[in-house]
Nanobody
Framework: EVQVVESGGGLVQAGGSLTLSCVVT????????IGWFRQAPGKEREGVSC????????HYVDSVKGRFTISSDNAKNTVYLQMNSLKPEDTAVYYC?????????????????WGQGTQVTVSS
């Protein structure tokens, strides 16, 4: 089994920064991709960014390109999402998820293991 725990959310003013952390534990030997998702009130959950630790590749949706950076510390089983230049429209619950079935992280529909989410609120 795989456990996923996010942290680092909070309240920040527009233009500010936050860093989210995602720790993945348990049977992680075949976890090759980690993704960050978000769900704003009244909207569907969307994939935001992901990293393939197997391929060394990353992916970002257009709305966060140039502002968000995903990285991993494999020794700590932790993935980070550095969020800069935050906008009110980035307000959402952010979820981290892991997948064991693929090396290609941008298949956002395939993630099996989910954290509980962390709230990010950006005030204008």
């Amino acid at each position: 089994e795989v456990q996923v725990v996010e942290s680092g959310g909070g309240l920040v003013q527009a233009g500010g920064s936050l860093t989210l952390s995602c720790v993945v534990t348990g049977s992680t030997f075949d976890v090759h991709v980690i993704g960050w998702f978000r769900q704003a009130p009244g909207k569907e959950r969307e994939g935001v960014s992901c990293i393939s630790t197997r391929l060394g590749s990353t992916h970002y949706v257009d709305s966060v390109k140039g502002r968000f950076t995903i990285s991993s510390d494999n020794a700590k089983n932790t993935v980070y999402l550095q969020m800069n230049s935050l906008k009110p429209e980035d307000t959402a619950v952010y979820y981290c998820a892991a997948d064991r079935s693929t090396y290609y992280c941008e298949n956002y529909g395939s993630y099996d293991y989910w954290g509980q989410g962390t709230q990010v609120t950006v005030s204008s």
